[in-house]
């Protein structure tokens, strides 16, 4: 089993290709030169789409990423949710994914929502070189490059999908009645 790789300061490489995605990229370089404990807003839809998840699940979609898959493009965690980077086009075609999954239903409601971010969305993204202690901003797995993997929908769908069957047990039994009296017959003869 592999596990996510402990990368939690962006390159310059990685710094260049996040400043890429909004319209004055050398701005955003430079606001980062003179401060690079800023978090900033950038848009998505051409660099990369986001796929916003709560913590707990998106760390189980991590996971999956990690041990059964390819691995993961550029992960951060910003204020109780988990932001993973994704290829352009992932925000738009993902949701119709997960409704083919049956994402919707009554038995897949103790699944969190997943908040899609593409063409026209903007997100926050941590500091370069975040060493926040309290772990509201960070970057889990930094980008490195100025062309990192990014995952797909289908990709992400399959890491969903499989983060949510671990979380939700399924029993072919009936609950068990909590006001039943229960005897142990294990020692009667």
């Not at 994402?103 to 969190?112: D, I, K, N, T």
């Amino acid at each position: 089993m592999s596990s996510a790789p402990n990368v939690t300061r962006v390159s310059s490489d990685g710094a260049a290709w996040l400043a890429s995605a909004g319209t004055y990229a050398r701005s955003t370089l430079a606001l980062w030169e003179e401060h690079p404990d800023a978090p900033v807003v950038l848009p998505c839809g051409t660099a990369f789409d986001v796929v916003s998840a709560p913590a707990v699940f998106g760390r189980r979609m991590l996971d999956r990423l990690w041990d059964e898959g390819a691995g993961s493009g550029p992960v951060a965690a910003f204020r109780g949710r988990m932001l993973l980077f994704a290829a352009p086009g992932t925000a738009q075609r993902l949701p119709s994914l997960l409704d083919w999954e049956e994402w919707g239903s009554q038995r897949a409601q103790a699944v969190p929502p997943l908040l899609c971010h593409g063409v026209g969305d903007a997100v926050t993204v941590p500091p370069l070189n975040c060493d926040d202690a309290s772990g509201t901003a960070r970057w889990l797995v930094a980008p490195d490059s100025r062309h990192p993997w990014l995952p797909g929908p289908e990709v992400l769908l399959w890491a969903a999908v499989r983060a949510a069957r671990a979380a939700v047990r399924i029993s072919i039994f009936p609950p068990a009645d909590q006001d039943a009296n229960v005897y142990d017959v294990s020692r009667r003869r």
